[in-house]
């Protein structure tokens, strides 16, 4: 099977960050290959665009709560690292939504799903997460669905 589109354009983003000795985002795109990697033989699969994006969207969101912690301990100097490899990661991933685009998707699937009430979150959340993965944060995608459905 051949490779994916974004597996490629991340081993050759890799290849011009060895030329250049650009030794962080090296790092960074070497451990995005390696987590690509360890699905692959996990879970015997070669990952498709949209299952490569969603591990992607896995490592922002581990380097968020990573920098939230540094930060809160005093070491903005591992907080900054983090936020260096979210800008090399949201590199390829799809332009993020916005606050307008995300409360219309929320709104139209309500609408769909019949929501009314609490009850029906996962209902909307399953609605709402295939059409917003690697686009936006699922924790404040959770608290507009919760506000909305309140």
Same mark, same amino acid.
């Given at each position: 099977?051949?490779? *994916? ?9 890799? #290849? ?7 030794? +962080? &985002?090296? %790092? ?5 290959? /390696? ?7 996990? @879970? &015997? ?16 969101? !581990?380097?968020?709560? /990573?920098?939230? !912690?540094? /930060?809160?301990? $005093? ?6 690292? @983090?936020?260096? @490899?979210?800008?090399?990661? !949201?590199?390829?991933?799809?332009? !993020?939504?916005?606050?307008? @685009? ?11 799903? /019949? ?6 979150? $996962?209902?909307?959340? $399953?609605?709402?997460? %295939?059409?917003?993965? %690697?686009?936006?944060?699922? $924790? +404040?995608?959770?608290? #507009?669905? &919760?506000?909305?459905? *309140?």
């Amino acid at each position: 099977m051949p490779e *994916s589109p974004l597996k490629t354009q991340i081993n050759d983003a890799m #290849k011009d960050a060895m030329r250049a000795r650009e030794k +962080q &985002r090296l %790092g960074t795109l070497r451990l995005m290959l /390696s987590e690509i990697k360890k699905v692959e033989v996990d @879970e &015997r699969i070669d990952p498709d665009d949209a299952r490569i994006t969603s591990i992607l969207d896995k490592m922002v969101k !581990q380097r968020r709560d /990573s920098i939230k !912690q540094f /930060s809160e301990a $005093g070491r903005d100097e591992l907080a900054a690292q @983090e936020q260096s @490899e979210i800008e090399v990661i !949201q590199e390829f991933l799809p332009q !993020q939504l916005t606050e307008a @685009e995300i409360d219309a998707i929320i709104k139209q699937a309500i609408a769909d799903s /019949s929501a009314s009430s609490m009850q029906d979150m $996962g209902k909307v959340m $399953g609605c709402v997460k %295939g059409q917003v993965v %690697g686009k936006a944060d699922m $924790g +404040q995608i959770s608290q #507009k669905v &919760r506000a909305a459905l *309140s």
